[in-house]
C-alpha cells in the first residue's frame, strides 16, 4: 500500500506560478507511472499530466506548454510545476500512482 501526499497549492493570482509536490512512501515509488489530475468544483475530475518511470510525459491540452510534470525516484517525489495560471485552473489537484493509488489533494485557487 502506498501513501501519497501532496503539497505546494495555495492561492495565486492570475499570471503566477506554484510548484505541487507528492512524496510516496510506503511501497515502491519506481516503475510506475505517475500523474496529476485535478477536480475543479461541480466537474469531474480530470487527468493534467503524466510522467513514466522513464521520464516519457504527456499532458491534457489545457495544461500543455504552461505545465511541466517532472520526478525524483530517488526522493519518491513527483513534480507539477504550474506556470502562467488562469482562474480555470482553480481545482483540487490529486496525485496518482498506478493503479489506483490517490493522494488527498491539494487545492490551487487562481483569483486576484
Known amino acids: 500500500q502506498v501513501q501519497l501526499v501532496e503539497s505546494g497549492g495555495g492561492l495565486v493570482q492570475p499570471g503566477g506560478s506554484l510548484r505541487l509536490s507528492c512524496a510516496a512512501s510506503?511501497?515502491?515509488?519506481?516503475?510506475?507511472?505517475m500523474a496529476w489530475y485535478r477536480q475543479a468544483p461541480g466537474k469531474q475530475r480530470e487527468l493534467v499530466a503524466t510522467i513514466t518511470d522513464g521520464g516519457n510525459t504527456r499532458y491534457a491540452d489545457s495544461a500543455r506548454g504552461r505545465f511541466t510534470i517532472s520526478r525524483d525516484n530517488a526522493k519518491n517525489t513527483v513534480y507539477l510545476q504550474m506556470n502562467s495560471l488562469k482562474p480555470e485552473d482553480t481545482a483540487v489537484y490529486y496525485c496518482y500512482r498506478h493503479p489506483n493509488n490517490w493522494g488527498q489533494g491539494t487545492q490551487v485557487t487562481v483569483s486576484s
Open positions: 510506503g511501497s515502491i515509488f519506481s516503475p510506475y507511472l
